[in-house]
């Protein structure tokens, strides 16, 4: 996974797919994200329960662990299947899933000396719910490295010609479990595992070379164009 998603849509819509009364939710504002090109290191919306609320938060796309900042090491954006039951991601694990909601992800593949970029996108058009972890805590202010990592998992069934990894995306009926901290982390990891959507329910297309960098945020971004 390259580290770009979209988030185009009014936060109450996602809230809404995943079932929850609109009297559970909590700081969902009312207009569209309307942003067609999410990068890491900047604030984005998720989602995560709370007292048996469903609370929105802006969180930055990043993490750096304790371990992490004694090495001088760079922060991560995203955090593997694989090693969600390791020491290193426990504690997050136990109290820190969220979801982060989108609509699909970019993938940049190198040609030469060029970065092409394609969009990911659901075949049956509706919301997705990408598993992530946090250490940001509800009404806290932020500090510095603390942030969201998006789950990811290996790439099969086609999609492997676009990248080997990518980012882990639930049915809204997982989402809610995955949210759930009632739930054990190894639970959790189940459901993640068990759970997350096939290369099967994706499209995915080339599209404007605009998406490698930061200041276009529109729909043009998501156009597909013909394969260079």
Known sequence: MCGRITQTKEMKRYAKRLGFDPQLLIDFPEEAINNYNCSPGAPHWTMRLHDGMLVAEEIKWHWLSSWAKKKG????????????????????????????????????????????PWYIKPKSGEELFLAALTDHEPGQPDTPGVGFVIVTNETAGGMVDIHDRRPLALTAEDAALWMDLSFSYEQAEQVARQSALTSESFDWYQVSKDVNGHKYRDDHLIQPVEPA
Do not use: C, F, H
């Not at 955090?79 to 970019?106: C, F, H, N, S």
């Open 73 to 116: 090491m760079t922060p991560a954006i995203n955090a593997k299947l694989e090693k969600l039951l390791t020491p290193y991601y426990r504690g997050l694990m136990k109290q820190g899933r969220i979801i982060v909601p989108a609509d699909g992800w970019y993938e940049r593949i190198k040609s030469g000396n060029e970065r092409i």
